[in-house]
């Protein structure tokens, strides 16, 4: 056999172990969105917080509900509680990137917003939760952040 | 990492370019354009790798058994039929990767649609510019087999053509023959530098400038969904999204085109005002050009392009053009899309051939505009569903008002940036006269490209993450 021809067999043979070894890699969580949210939401207290629909999302973080899997966004009624929950299912793990960054703008630009003026709400966006596993991203700004982590990794 | 991103404009771009232009080797020129080569394919594999630390590799293997492929073409000269059989093995391969990481999924979730049948998805996702690469190395590889091209002996040099960073992500899709002589011997002078400088930040303020503001205003309208939405707002987002993504995409190939200029290379024109276009043939030869040349060449022409017969050429047409569909997307909404353009076409070729060139050229325009801003609302939409209810708003067929109070206040904020990009799009700044003086043309273009540049850095510097709507393909 001539080298170019063993040197291509090689990898390919190298290829395929590699996409076995990605597909090997963190399983993706079959639950729904909504049935994840559901569990957030015994350990988030939602009061004074609205379900918001695909529209307000766009709208609140210019990305489009469509492109994934499934979005639960839960955002307060009044402008000074920070409070929110945002439970995502991803259509591929390459959406997290994206996503995860324009949520962590979004913390920065709330906290320079409420900084000086409201120490309590600015201490709860210092706090947040930003979590990427199994296919969904979590975003939570609440009181109690880490019983929110946990119930989601039990959950998924 | 995306060209309109602070650490690409100030820390990467930069770090190239003087690592580039240092005449390391100055005593010998072959040994200088090696190390330069060097420089470019270093600096591309670090661009990819910062977004997909993982897929590197996949694209590195991709190189060597393409190039290695190449080599072993070009031995069996003698013999055909390995030729041949190698050619064949080699496409067959780059294909299912690419459909592996692209359609895997798609198939999967249609094949659940059958009732008892659940099969769990697979965590892949998909790597970026794999539909670009690929479509890249398939032209290398298929060019050597025709004899066109000979195999590239150099491997730093192949893996700088398929990774080079400046077309990488989002083409346009280079062909291997067209940039072969480039490889070594291109020409670097201070003219085609600063020309690449120019066409770099224009792309740069048609992505920043044009395609964010507008696609703001698109997500802005679509925001509480198409319910309701009256048939004056639902045109509106139509056509806000049909200047977005021709500054978005238009933008990101003129970047490329500017930074392969400030490098050396001259690359292929990928669009050339589409939105001046009489016809939907007339589209499809100014709309991504690139890829049109590469089904054109690629699976057209070997499938018997238009010489076999009528029934025979519409085959051939649906055949592209679902693939051109499918390209795009692996969603339903892409395959309509697909079919929606090769339907046209065929009808422009056979029913309406002998109709079409009587009618008056500005009446052709519109309809053209008006076809090409339906068929977007395929591409932008979520799924055909959504893009249905998006059309029945927009031709009034689910009993939505035709106007209402909010479009006024749309058509308010929209019509000013419109009229600026449409200026633009349809080539209206092409017409303003330049300054006859030499100098003074000179001083324009650098207070005009500065001021551009200069705005794009404040966009960005308070902009959310903007990628290119490219990206995803």
């Known amino acids: 056999m001539n080298m170019p021809r063993f040197m291509a067999i090689l990898c390919a043979v190298l290829t395929m172990a590699f996409v076995f070894f990605v597909t090997r890699q963190a399983p993706v969580s079959d639950k729904t969105a909504e049935e994840i949210a559901a569990q957030l939401t015994e350990s988030f207290d939602t009061e004074g917080l609205t379900l918001r629909s695909g529209g307000e999302f766009k709208k609140t973080f210019l990305l489009s509900a469509g492109d994934y899997d499934g979005v639960v966004y839960y955002s307060a009624d009044s402008v000074m509680d920070v409070r929110e929950l945002l439970l995502v299912r991803l259509k591929d793990e390459s959406q997290s990137q994206e996503l995860t960054e324009v949520l962590k703008k979004r913390i920065e630009d709330k906290i320079v917003l409420f900084n000086g003026y409201a120490p309590e709400e600015e201490a709860l966006l210092g706090s947040y939760v930003l979590e990427s596993s199994q296919g969904f991203v979590l975003f939570a700004v609440c009181s109690h952040p880490d019983k929110v982590l946990e119930t989601f990794k039990e959950a998924l | ?473």
């Open chain 2, 1 to 473: 990492m995306v060209f309109s991103s602070a650490v690409f404009l100030f820390a990467f771009l930069p770090a190239v370019l003087l690592l580039y232009f240092l005449p390391l080797c100055f005593w010998n020129r072959r040994l200088e354009e090696h190390r330069r080569n060097l420089v470019l394919c270093g600096a591309s594999l670090i661009f990819y790798a910062w977004g997909e630390p993982v897929y590197i590799i996949l694209m590195l293997l991709s190189i060597g058994f393409n190039f290695n492929v190449g080599l072993d073409i070009e031995r069996s000269s003698d013999h055909p039929k390995a030729r041949k059989r190698i050619v064949t093995a080699a496409v067959i391969f780059d294909l299912l990767l690419l459909g592996f990481f692209k359609y895997s999924n798609f198939i999967i979730g249609n094949i659940n649609h059958i009732p008892s049948v659940d099969i769990p998805l697979l965590n892949v996702s998909l790597p970026v510019g794999i539909s670009f690469y690929t479509f890249q190395i398939l032209s290398y590889v298929i060019d050597v087999y025709r004899g066109k091209v000979k195999a590239q002996r150099n491997i730093v040099s192949f893996a700088m053509y398929i990774a080079m960073f400046p077309q990488l992500i989002a083409g346009p899709i280079v062909q291997y023959a067209d940039i072969e002589k480039q490889l070594f011997g291109r020409k670097h002078t201070p003219e085609k530098f600063l020309d690449g400088v120019i066409v770099f930040i224009r792309g740069l303020g048609k992505k920043v400038i044009f395609a964010n503001t507008i696609g703001a205003m698109h997500t802005e309208i679509l925001a509480g969904g198409s319910e309701g939405l009256s048939a004056a707002s639902a045109w509106l987002a139509a056509v806000c999204y049909t200047m977005q993504i021709y500054f978005d995409f238009g933008g990101y190939s003129d970047m490329a085109i500017g930074l392969g200029r400030m490098f050396g290379f001259e690359f292929m024109q990928n669009f050339n005002f589409p939105y001046t276009a009489v016809s939907i043939k007339d589209f499809w030869k100014r709309w991504h050009i690139s890829l049109s040349g590469w089904f054109r060449d690629y699976v057209y022409i070997p499938l018997g392009g238009s010489r076999r017969g009528t029934a025979r050429t519409i085959l051939n047409l649906a055949i592209v053009w679902s693939l051109t569909g499918l390209w795009h997307g692996a969603a339903w909404n892409f395959v309509a899309w697909g079919a929606f353009y090769g339907l046209l076409l065929i009808l422009e070729k056979y029913p309406l051939a002998g109709i079409v060139p009587k009618i008056p050229v500005w009446i052709r325009h519109i309809t053209t505009m008006i076809i090409v801003t339906v068929g977007w609302v395929f591409f932008s939409s979520d799924s055909i569903g959504s893009a249905f209810d998006l059309l029945g708003s927009m031709f009034l067929v689910n009993g939505n008002a035709a106007a209402d109070p909010q479009c006024v206040y749309y058509f308010r904020n929209c019509g000013f940036p419109l009229m600026l990009m449409s200026l633009s799009g349809f080539g209206g700044y092409a017409r303003v006269p330049k300054p006859r003086n030499r100098y003074l043309a000179t001083a324009c273009s650098v207070c005009l490209y500065g001021a551009i540049m200069a705005l794009c850095v404040i966009c960005l510097v308070s902009d959310t993450y903007n990628p290119f709507l490219y990206f995803r393909f």
